[in-house]
């Protein structure tokens, strides 16, 4: 069971080394082509007046920025967050000379110092964003006060209505902000959910490796019976007759002969494995008594049943005994164990076309505030609840019922999360409890339509079959 993500996901937050050079290069590039082109068609297009020279100047530098990186460093090298800071600033700072000599707010191209910010949001830490926000806002604001003016061909200023002008400044620190709050939400959104993903399918190959190994002892508590009972049988018979008799002798071939046959078990079994087939499936009690085995033990209450709702399917469903079943049940338990007062309550319940799984604990329930977001991986479920210092591995970040969810949607399920009637306060003697509802927490349901997760045992199992890589 896993309880918390791998130690590699708890460091979500750590993005240095993320940014290799050889895509601030091309995007470098990029821009460099991009100013180029613009430059030659306001020169010799629109036949504006402006520092040509200093212009080139300003785009030289970017290139000479450019091939440098590109021969000192390997094109696989990933920047720390100090070197990335420093690449973007240059960007910004480059960007920011050559509005200087082309206009300043009043060339439409001023609009691009967002992208060094969507960059660093995107990418790097939140104070890295912070910092280039800052600069990039600065710059724009210089720019707003003081810039060589755009001339027309006769000589005359390109003039923008002072209005006009500080609108666009407004505009583009408003962008500078709402683009790197929105980028950064974004992809913070899409790394949680990549993460969380990864850790539901180690949790989900982790069950399937210990399911196989649940195979290999049942195949060999199955096949090494019938040779150890002849054995123990033998060997019995052996100590009752310790006399020259010539059965002795057929005896103690026999033994031989089942102490080969054992050996050659367990070298088979050894080599490959046996998925036994008997594994596949199992009564629905079975299941869910197996998903709460491991919590048994902790301390709480764990009540189990299942009974059909309308005596017409009176028959208990056998299910496909999936290791994303056990292991999704199994978290759900776990959650419910982590904020129970005393019991849990598992309970399964079957009509003739639906098989409904209920979790409920008695504990404090779901904070409203999440409620709606529950299942979404890296939140609280029970955001007031602390992580107790003697189970540490019971930190809460939001993966476990975001694996759970997601397992067990993928075997054809729908969940859904609530609370049930909190206790209410009554008459009692002085120091008494509330009274009310016993089951006061937390409710989970995960309901199946019985045709995807219910399987007929067939009439003869066959050979257990070797398990393959």
Same mark, same amino acid.
């Given at each position: ?117 969507t960059i660093s949001a995107t990418a790097l830490q939140l104070r890295t964003t912070v910092v280039l926000g800052a600069a990039a ?56 959910? +990549?993460? #969380?993903? %990864?850790?539901? *399918?180690? !949790? ?5 490796? /210990?399911?196989?190994? =649940? ?34 002798? +057929?005896? #103690?071939? %026999?033994?031989? *002969?089942? !102490? ?5 078990? /367990?070298?088979?079994? =050894? ?144 969940l859904s999360f609530a609370n049930a009637a909190p206790p209410t306060p009554a008459a009692a003697p002085a120091g008494g409890s ?15 339509p019985r045709d995807r997760i219910e399987a007929e045992a067939p009439a003869a199992l066959g050979r257990n079959r070797p398990i393959?890589?």
């Amino acid at each position: 069971m896993i309880a918390s993500p791998p130690p590699g996901l708890a460091l979500r937050d750590t993005r240095s080394d993320w940014v290799r050079i050889r895509t601030l290069v091309l995007l470098r590039w990029m821009a460099i082509c991009g100013q180029l082109a613009a430059l030659s068609v306001a020169v010799f297009v629109y036949r504006l007046q402006i520092e040509f020279g200093l212009c080139l100047l300003v785009i030289g530098a970017s290139v000479v920025a450019n091939l440098a990186a590109g021969f000192i460093l390997p094109s696989n090298k990933r920047l720390s967050e100090g070197e990335a800071l420093l690449t973007l600033l240059f960007d910004i700072t480059q960007l920011a000379a050559l509005l200087y000599m082309t206009g300043g707010l009043d060339n439409p191209f001023a609009l691009l110092i967002l992208a060094p910010v969507t960059i660093s949001a995107t990418a790097l830490q939140l104070r890295t964003t912070v910092v280039l926000g800052a600069a990039a806002a600065a710059l724009i604001t210089v720019l707003e006060l003081y810039a060589l003016p755009l001339r027309l061909p006769t000589g005359a200023p390109l003039a923008v209505p002072p209005t006009l002008r500080f609108g666009f400044w407004v505009a583009i620190v408003t962008g500078i902000l709402f683009m790197a709050v929105y980028s950064r939400r974004v992809a913070s959104e899409i790394r949680s959910m +990549s993460e #969380a993903l %990864l850790a539901a *399918q180690m !949790a989900l190959a982790r069950e399937q490796k /210990l399911t196989d190994l =649940g195979g290999v002892v049942a195949a060999a508590a199955h096949e090494l019976g019938t040779p150890l009972a002849t054995i123990k049988l033998v060997s019995t018979e052996l100590m009752e007759e310790l006399k020259d008799d010539p059965d002795l002798a +057929s005896d #103690a071939e %026999l033994i031989r *002969q089942q !102490a080969d046959r054992c050996r050659d078990i /367990l070298r088979s079994m =050894g080599q490959a494995g046996k998925d036994d087939l008997q594994m596949h499936f199992a009564p629905v009690a079975e299941v869910i008594r197996e998903a709460a085995e491991p919590h048994m033990a902790r301390g709480k209450t764990i009540e189990l049943s299942a009974h059909p709702i309308r005596d017409g399917a009176a028959r208990q469903p056998t299910i496909q005994r999936r290791p994303e079943i056990v292991h999704g049940l199994r978290n759900l338990v776990q959650n419910a164990v982590d904020f129970a007062r005393s019991t849990v309550w598992v309970e399964a319940e079957w009509t003739a076309r639906s098989l409904s799984i209920r979790v409920i604990d008695d504990g404090p329930g779901y904070p409203p505030n999440v409620l709606g977001r529950i299942g979404d991986p890296f939140i609280r479920a029970r955001g007031e609840a602390q992580p107790d210092p003697e189970r540490p591995e019971y930190e809460g970040m939001g993966l476990g019922l975001f694996i759970a969810k997601t397992l067990l949607e993928r075997s054809g399920a729908e969940l859904s999360f609530a609370n049930a009637a909190p206790p209410t306060p009554a008459a009692a003697p002085a120091g008494g409890s509330p009274s009310g509802p016993e089951r006061s927490g937390a409710i989970v349901e995960v309901i199946w339509p019985r045709d995807r997760i219910e399987a007929e045992a067939p009439a003869a199992l066959g050979r257990n079959r070797p398990i393959t890589a």
